[in-house]
């Protein structure tokens, strides 16, 4: 597609509750990125794709947390028995993975658990 | 390990006025710098980039060079206007830390007529 499309746009869950984002990169861009955005603060990496292995899953903040990517395409970001603090957005960027190039971002799905 | 510090925000100007926002870095090897900007309502956009020291990066009026000396890459604009307020989020991605981005806080500014 010509842009990073992310679904849905908005979530609100009760806590306790599994959630699943989901990311529709750029076509043919092989590297895709989650970031998490609390309020306030900056972008906090979770975890980057190339193709679909996940050779950075560092910053998956718990066991919580998961993703998987098929067809070297769309991802899919799960967030198991969801917290409170989980509430923020969740960023998708993708890129060719060339070193000299930055990322193309979606506009996020804004989570709120309750 | 690899950090950026932005200046707190958020920043109010007028109309046409000069503008510096700060960020310095911590990294080791030779990053690359970036500029992303988020303005209301929308996703984060690539405002500029910079990959070596001294380049300097420049996109719709908006300037900003690497500097190694003082791991520095400071975001100017000679005469901003109200259509550029917005989230600016200084990032950098280090040689060591395979893609992923590193980011600033981000600075709000607010331009007035």
């Known amino acids: 597609g010509a842009g990073v499309s992310q679904s849905p746009s908005n979530k609100v869950t009760e806590k306790g509750k599994d959630v699943e984002l989901r990311c529709d990169p750029i076509?043919?861009?092989?590297?895709l990125y989650w970031y998490r955005q609390r309020l306030g603060q900056g972008l906090e990496f979770l975890i980057y794709?190339?193709?679909?292995?996940?050779?950075?899953k560092s910053g998956l903040p718990s066991d919580r947390f998961s993703a998987e990517r098929t067809g070297e395409s769309v991802s899919t970001l799960t967030i198991q028995r969801t917290q409170q603090e989980d509430s923020a957005v969740y960023l998708c960027a993708s890129s060719t993975g060339t070193e000299v190039y930055g990322y193309t971002f979606g506009s996020g799905t804004r989570l709120t658990v309750v | 390990g690899n950090s950026v510090t932005q200046m707190e925000g958020p920043v109010t100007l007028s109309e046409e006025a000069f503008l510096t926002i700060n960020c310095t870095y911590t990294?080791?090897?030779?990053?690359?710098l970036f500029w992303y900007v988020q303005y209301p309502g929308e996703g984060l956009q690539l405002l500029l980039k910079a990959t070596k020291a001294d380049d300097k990066g420049s996109n719709k009026g908006f300037e900003a060079t690497y500097r190694k000396e003082t791991t520095s890459f400071h975001l100017e604009k000679g005469s901003v206007q109200v259509s550029d307020s917005a989230v600016y989020f200084c990032?950098?991605?280090?040689?060591?830390?395979?893609?992923?981005?590193?980011f600033g806080k981000g600075t709000s500014l607010l331009v007035t007529p």
């Open positions: 794709f190339q193709g679909n292995s996940a050779p950075d």
């Open positions: 076509s043919g861009h092989t590297a």
């Open positions: 990032a950098l991605r280090a040689s060591n830390s395979g893609y992923a981005l590193n």
């Open positions: 990294a080791t090897g030779y990053p690359s």
